[in-house]
Structure formats: C-alpha cells, structure tokens
C-alpha cells in the first residue's frame, strides 16, 4: 500500500467478507510510508481485530512490501494483493481449495477491471481484451488450465524457501519473475477463473499510459535476467513500432500505409468486440485506449533495451 486511503478501505472491507473462517485469516499491510493517511485507515480498521497489522515498508518498492509480509506472515499459505484491489467474498476458499485439489504450488485466479467512471470503465474494458494485454490470460481466459503466471497468487509457503522472495531490484513485473522461477524449479501454476478479484484501473489516458510505459521497461528487465522469459507476444507491438519507422524512413508508404491499415482494423475489430459484450456507448473510446496501450508498452520496451531500472522512489520519514 503507498497512499491508497480509499482503496485500502474497499480492499479490507472485501477480506472481513470472506466466506472462510476469520480466525485463520492473518492480514498484514506493509505501508510503503503513505503521507495521505493510508495507514490511519488501516489502524481504524485494526481496532479491536487480532488478524490485521500494520508493518512499514521504508525502501516503497512492491516486492520488498510484499517480502516483508510474506515474513511477518504466520500462515502455510501466503496470498498476495494490492490495495488497489478487492476481491470476491469466497476468494481466499476457492484459493485454498484449489491448491489442495491439484496439488499445485502456487494458484490464482481471474482479473476483472471495474470502474467508478465512464474513462475507468473503458480502460479496464481495453485492459482486458486479448488484443489489449493478450501476455495476460488472467485478464480474459474463461476456461480452468495451467499457465506461466496468475494475478495475486496463493503460493504454498514452502515455496519461498525453495526459489527465493520477491526480486526487490525490480519496481513492476516482480510477481511474473517469481512465477517464472517457481516453473523452472518443477512446479506448476494453476489458474481458475471461479477466483474472482477486482481490479479498479487508472483513471485518465496519461496515467495509462505510463503504467504501460513503465511495464514496457521492467518487462524488458525481466528479460534480461531470464532470457527464456521472452514470449513473442511480448514483441509485437514493439515490432510494429520499429517496421513502421522504417517503412516511414525509407519512403514505403504504401507498406506503410498497409501496416496501419491492418492495425486500424484489428483495433476496431476488437473495439466492437468489447463494447457488444460491455455496451455500445464505450465503443467511441475503445480504439485510443487500446492504441494507448500498445504505444506505452512498446516505447517502453524499446526504453528498457538501454535502461536498467526505473528510479525508485526516494523514501520518505514514515507516517506512524
């Protein structure tokens, strides 16, 4: 959590939901030194509750956060989550069983992007199309299967003794890492879409764009560590970019216009796709949110090629 005042609120709410006993619940938020009263949200909530702490977490990067709570945690099974997030009143019991039916490690669940606005709700609807962030089958896949990673993972505690914590050297795409070094340890990650979380994504078309900017470039630090990460879907749209200033450069417009001509109808295509599952009125927005996505990412992607990491942010004197 890092100055979610409002989120963390709904995210706590969905926990003390929860259709699986309380008393086997053990929920700890690690505060990244919020400055807008996140962590007096989080104490309000704590009074007179023994299953919810507050630690801080000084270095505001997700995947030390999350260590520091996989470690103050006292429980065998470990679940992950953002305070941007809340989640279905039985999803920590169809997590649980899940692992217990297949016998997997490490288990996860389905992503659906809600909004409190018409922007919001178009973006997560562009979100999670399969032409939007197709990498991603949490995002759209409707069928129970075995896949490279899930959103907000269960994980067998015994895991992290196996391959390790969370990469605190990255800032996003911590979670993919570490599922890519738990498939190379032998293990198998589960994804049913009965687990249900909710997901309330940026809110303007520059913050969108930056969070893609931004996957772009930890993606590609991903891959750098873990070269048989790479995925071709990974790549279009940065192929896409590059074999079109090319064709720019060296004057083949009808090449060029031909490229467009085929993204334009791809775009629109999966545009009406989702406005006739979602409603007609998002159909106006569609295209610029998914042309925002794919440019995002790619520049991003073409950034991280030559740069490391992105600046974390400098700490700040903790709020409590």
């Known amino acids: 959590m890092y100055n979610e005042s409002g989120a963390i609120r709904r995210c706590l709410e969905s926990l003390f939901l929860q259709d699986y006993p309380q008393d086997r619940l053990d929920i700890v938020v690690a505060d990244g030194c919020s400055t807008d009263g996140s962590a007096d949200v989080v104490k309000s909530f704590a009074s007179g509750r023994t299953n919810l702490r507050l630690i801080t977490n000084p270095k505001q990067r997700t995947p030390a956060g999350l260590n520091a709570g996989i470690r103050a945690s006292k429980s065998e099974i470990v679940i992950i989550l953002g305070a941007h997030t809340r989640v279905k009143e039985d999803f920590v019991r169809l997590n649980v069983e899940a692992l217990e039916r297949t016998g997997a490690k490490c288990a996860g669940g389905t992503q659906i992007n809600v909004g409190d606005t018409y922007l919001q709700q178009a973006i997560g609807i562009a979100m999670a199309s399969p032409f939007g962030l197709a990498s991603a089958p949490y995002r759209f896949s409707r069928r129970e299967q075995y896949v490279d990673t899930v959103v907000y993972a269960a994980y067998k505690r015994e895991l992290f003794d ?79 970019m590059i074999l079109a200033a090319a064709l720019l450069l060296l004057g083949q417009w009808k090449a060029l216009i031909l490229l467009l001509g085929f993204y334009v109808l791809a775009v629109l295509y999966y545009s009406l796709r989702g406005a006739l599952r979602e409603g007609m009125r998002y159909l106006p927005v569609l295209p610029l949110l998914m042309a925002i996505i794919h440019l995002g990412w790619g520049a991003g992607f073409v950034v991280g090629l030559f740069k490391s990491q992105e600046p974390c942010p400098k700490p700040q004197k903790p709020s409590f």
């Open 162 to 240: 196996e391959v390790g914590f969370f990469d605190e050297d990255l800032f996003i795409s911590e979670d993919a890492e570490m599922n890519w070094r738990i498939r190379k340890a032998g293990h198998r990650i589960f994804f049913t879409p009965k687990i249900i979380s909710y997901y309330y994504p940026r809110k303007t078309i520059s913050s969108l764009f930056r969070q893609l900017f931004r996957y772009g470039i930890l993606r590609v630090n991903v891959m750098k560590k873990h070269l048989d990460a790479v995925k071709w879907i990974h790549l279009v749209p940065v192929a896409c």
